[in-house]
């Protein structure tokens, strides 16, 4: 890889391989400690009584094999994990939780059982059971603006877009632990088959022509595999037999039909499908540096876009995937901008602080112009692209300068992000990802994406460098404590085309040649590693919702350690109900006054996989993670670098300030005369989970381990504290390099 001419090299990021000290940590457990006193007479009488007019109305709401679906509300005192009123619905009383909704939870319950639960509450004398009836707040069936939800089914089925047999939706099936509840559903759901709803066409029926010869062999078989999946409301139907959970487009004739879907209790949720489309806007003259002769050794981008169609750059194409959108609807200008950015964007704005980073490109032809009756069905896409990605292995970073025109929802994750996520984890890919223009609320789909590097716009100085907020972008943050955008780049750019365009779509095509390089340059690299590192070394201090994290540096890439800075990265598997610890030496550096003296950053991301859940609104991730660098003073340890203490404030206030549930964790502070005792630091870390019962885990010692990486940076900002060869020296065996050895020249043409 080529860094910039005449900018000399700086210490590369040290790995850190030291194992960590695993600690166990007792858990808590409900108590009549917990029982709120104060409102548990009303509360008995209150859920009783509801539980009364439940029994009396069971006959008038859908069941399945006498099972019914019941909302128990919780109090807002009452949303933490520790209050999950898993003890009140209890399996051998007829009830089982089923999943996070809303402010409370769905349970599915024996409707026989109704009456019986009435009584219950009002009388119960266990502990744990007036905990619960104590803090729920209420319990009723689900209606029909429970599946439409913040909308009326007019809303909905006016926003669908039409087909030639209907609109088109997409569903969740109503999630069920009884087997044979889940059977009799799935029959419920197929006999809508006769007249209410009708199967999308099968999966990419219609590039069946173009899979011919021509295709390479790897993705022709990955492609064909896809179309030849067969009819999609029994894929749906299998998946949901297998897991008791699935997802599915449908076709909706009338709004009559509308409305009888709903009406079956088969649906938890429905929403209309969105289209994906790009943004755009251009003219001039092209960059005055050509591109380098051999471009073989680049690292690749996936460019899902509007294809490419400028001559100008086949010679860094590396690959092209056969078109899922026709090239008289493909948003090919909009396609050719966004991959003159990936290959060559210091170029086109070589007054903006941008590092020579070249790549290649593999063009994905899926975005088709705005206003096209050319309609691509998102689940369509999805499969399109993971064969994509399947015969594309090698190439780990995928521009998405895409997005769906409505804002996401910020109490739940959108299909399409989701989606993404799941390619991304199963691919070992990192997709970057735009958040959208205006207008609209707030960002867009994909822009929720946990996996991806989402990006926003920014203005740049008259010097280059980096300014304010971009008045076209859209700002976060993002649904479910997601910190959305991730990163913002320059958003008012010229591309192919010359005239200055701008647009939240070449920030992100900015981003991506920065990690593809970082990619490459790792070794072991992993997509959380890389996005752990342009998070790490980006100008922001803290989250802005506009900004994300700041801007990647230019003089300072993200495998490099800034001068007077040491800078160290790890990966590790960690299990809920334990704590860890990893130890290091205090360098010289940051003590010499007998204080600690100096400036820290700590980045972590948590891979949530598999424990994420698309339909549990704010409770999308069921897993989180708490890190800390610690000092020790007296007789315990205090945070040099940490995160509240999210057991002394409510729930809310958790995932308000501290943004509790994100996988993302980025603190940093400087430091100034701190005491401290001892020759150590040492970084903490620990896993909490909730919701165990989606994944069928009785306790948490069934979780499953989650894999962690952390980057972290101490130094002085002083150019002559030589922090980097102290630490390194001190941990000696336990650190290595973490970057490739590479000295490729980059020989332009015409030079």
């Known amino acids: 890889m080529a860094d910039n001419p005449g900018r000399p090299l700086l210490n590369p990021v040290l790995r850190f391989t030291k194992d960590p000290k695993p600690e166990g940590v007792s858990g808590g457990g409900k108590t009549a400690k917990g029982i709120k006193t104060d409102r548990l007479a009303e509360q008995r009488s209150a859920l009783a009584a509801q539980f009364s007019e439940l029994s009396e109305h069971a006959l008038e709401t859908p069941r399945f094999n006498g099972h019914a679906i019941i909302y128990a509300a919780m109090f807002d005192d009452s949303l933490a994990p520790t209050w999950t009123p898993s003890d009140l619905f209890q399996h051998d009383r007829g009830a089982r939780l089923v999943a996070p909704f809303r402010a409370g939870y769905l349970v599915e319950i024996e409707a026989d059982q109704l009456a019986s639960y009435a009584r219950l509450v009002r009388r119960t004398e266990a502990a744990k059971d007036q905990v619960d009836v104590s803090r729920v707040e209420s319990v009723r069936f689900l209606d029909d603006g429970d599946a439409a939800g913040h909308r009326s089914l007019d809303e909905v089925w006016k926003a669908a877009p039409e087909t030639e047999d209907g609109r088109a939706f997409v569903i969740w099936l109503m999630p069920l632990k009884n087997r044979d509840a889940a059977e009799h559903l799935l029959q419920t759901f197929s006999s809508l088959r006769d007249g209410v709803i009708e199967a999308p066409p099968p999966l990419l029926e219609t590039m069946g022509d173009a899979l011919n010869a021509s295709v390479p062999a790897v993705m022709r078989r990955s492609l064909r595999a896809a179309a030849a999946a067969g009819d999609r409301l029994n894929l749906a139907m299998r998946e949901y037999r297998q897991n008791r959970r699935a997802r599915t487009t449908v076709i909706l004739p009338s709004r009559r039909a509308l409305g009888q879907l709903v009406a079956s209790g088969a649906v938890l949720r429905i929403e209309p499908v969105q289209p994906i489309t790009s943004t755009s806007p251009g003219e001039g003259r092209e960059p005055d540096r050509p591109l380098p002769r051999d471009m073989s050794g680049l690292p690749i981008v996936g460019v899902v876009d509007g294809g490419l169609t400028a001559s100008s750059y086949k010679s860094a194409e590396a690959w092209k995937a056969p078109a899922l959108v026709k090239d008289a609807a493909a948003d090919a200008k909009h396609g050719n901008r966004v991959t003159s950015l990936i290959v060559q964007g210091h170029d086109w704005n070589n007054k903006l602080t941008l590092p020579q980073l070249y790549c290649q490109i593999g063009t994905v032809q899926a975005v088709a112009k705005k206003g096209s009756s050319s309609f691509v069905d998102p689940q369509e896409f999805i499969t399109y692209l993971d064969g994509v990605m399947t015969a594309n292995p090698d190439t780990r970073v995928w521009n998405f300068s895409l997005n769906q025109q409505e804002s996401c929802q910020l109490d739940s994750v959108s299909p399409l992000g989701h989606d993404i996520a799941l390619l991304a984890r199963k691919h070992d890919v990192l997709p970057i990802i735009s958040i959208g223009n205006k207008p609209g609320d707030r960002l867009q789909p994909p822009a929720d994406c946990e996996a991806a590097i989402t990006v926003g716009g920014r203005l740049h100085g008259a010097d280059g460098t980096p300014a304010g907020d971009c008045p076209v972008s859209h700002c976060g943050p993002g649904p479910s404590s997601m910190l959305k955008p991730d990163l913002s780049h320059f958003s008012h750019v010229r591309a192919l085309g010359g005239s200055l365009i701008k647009g939240s779509s070449f920030a992100t095509a900015l981003t991506s040649p ?3 390089h970082t990619m490459a340059r790792l070794r072991e690299a992993s997509p959380d590693l890389v996005k752990a590192l ?218």
Not at 576 to 599: D, F, V
Not at 603 to 612: Q, W, Y
Not at 628 to 652: M, P, V, Y
């Open 514 to 516: 920065l990690a593809a």
């Open 534 to 751: 342009l998070l790490h070394n980006a100008d922001g201090h803290g989250f802005d919702p506009a900004l994300g994290f700041g801007t990647p540096g230019a003089a300072t890439l993200p495998w490099e350690c800034r001068p007077g800075f040491v800078t160290l990265q790890w990966t590790a598997s960690l299990r809920p109900g334990a704590a860890y610890y990893w130890e290091l030496p205090i360098p010289q550096s940051l003590r010499e006054t007998g204080k600690l003296k100096g400036l820290g950053a700590l980045t972590a991301i948590l891979n949530p996989h598999p424990m994420v859940t698309d339909y549990a609104g704010p409770n999308y991730f069921s897993i989180r993670l708490a890190t800390a660098l610690q000092f020790h003073r007296g007789d315990k340890f205090h945070n040099l670098l940490g995160s509240l203490d999210t057991d002394k404030i409510t729930e809310q206030e958790a995932r308000a300030i501290d943004h509790k549930w994100s996988p993302i964790r980025h603190h940093e502070r400087e430091f100034r005369s701190v005491g401290f005792d001892g020759d150590t630091l040492r970084v903490y870390a620990r896993i909490y989970a909730r919701d165990l019962y989606q994944y069928g885990y009785g306790s948490m010692d069934e979780a499953p381990e989650m894999d962690t990486v952390f980057v972290l940076s101490l130094g002085t900002g002083e150019k002559d504290d030589d922090v980097y060869n102290q630490l390194r020296d001190q941990l000696g065996a336990f650190v290595e390099t973490a970057t490739i050895e590479t000295d490729i020249d980059i020989e332009n043409d015409g030079e």
